[in-house]
Every structure is written in C-alpha cells, then in structure tokens.
C-alpha cells in the first residue's frame, strides 16, 4: 500500500490515497481501512462476501462504499484482505470481497472506525492518476 498515507487529523484519521485509476482507488482505500482495523498482513482471504453500491456521485460512492465496509467489520468483524472488482463505474459499484472474521487470538485490535465522513472530502481523477483523502470518524 506504497500509495496509501495516513493523515494526522485531530480526534480522526485521515487517509490519502492514489491509485492508476478510479477503480483500483477504491481497492486502496478498502485495504487501507483494513489495516487501520488490524494487522493487514495477518487477514486471510478465506471467505467471500459481495458489495453492490449505487450512489448520486463519486463522493457518496466512496463514502458509501468505506460504510459498507465499515457496517460489515462492526456487525459480522469481516475484514477484507483482497477486492475484485467486477463492475465499476463513477457511480455503481458491484465487487466481490475476500477476507474473514475477525479472530482476536489472531488479530490484533486497531482503530474502531466509526464511519467515512464528507468532511474534508477530496476526490479526483485524470487521464493516468485518481487521487482520495477522506477523514474516517473514530
């Protein structure tokens, strides 16, 4: 996650994340809400679930998308390791998510996230770059 920065925000934690596309943005930034919860490197992809998000734009999309993720951890501990998406576009995404539950004699506790929030949201996109920062609620 060479693209992936933590931002240091007071009371939250900010992420800036910058991928080729928009596309492999999202996968970035879903994998880094994974590493903010535990130990990224100890998730196994072993289980699957499916993500299917249609938002008004590109902002809710991401928001929407980190949520869902998010809703997922807090109610079944589901950790994503591994994203493939499936069907993407500025405002729909279908994806299918590897991972597991969360095991705490595995895993270690990270961050609780609360939630992806608007504040301070950034999202960008070019002929050859995307670029997010969002500030996740802790």
């Known amino acids: 996650m060479d693209a992936v920065e933590f931002l240091d925000v007071s009371g939250d934690i900010g992420l800036r994340v910058t991928a080729a596309n928009m596309a492999e943005l999202f996968v970035k930034a879903a994998c880094a809400f994974s590493s903010l919860t535990t130990d990224f490197d100890k998730i196994e992809a072993?289980?699957?679930?499916e993500i299917i998000l249609t938002a008004e734009s590109t902002s809710d999309l991401i928001v929407a998308w980190l949520n869902e993720l998010i809703y997922n951890f807090d109610t079944?501990?589901?950790?994503?390791?591994e994203i493939i998406i499936k069907e993407f576009s500025q405002t729909h995404i279908s994806?299918?998510?590897?991972?597991?539950?969360f095991d705490e004699n595995r895993h270690e506790k990270g961050f609780l996230i609360k939630a992806a929030t608007y504040h301070g949201l950034k999202i960008e996109s070019g002929e050859s770059f995307s670029s997010l920062e969002i500030i996740l609620d802790i």
């Open 76 to 81: 079944n501990g589901f950790l994503c390791k």
């Open 95 to 101: 994806a299918t998510v590897k991972g597991e539950t």
């Open 46 to 49: 072993a289980d699957t679930m």
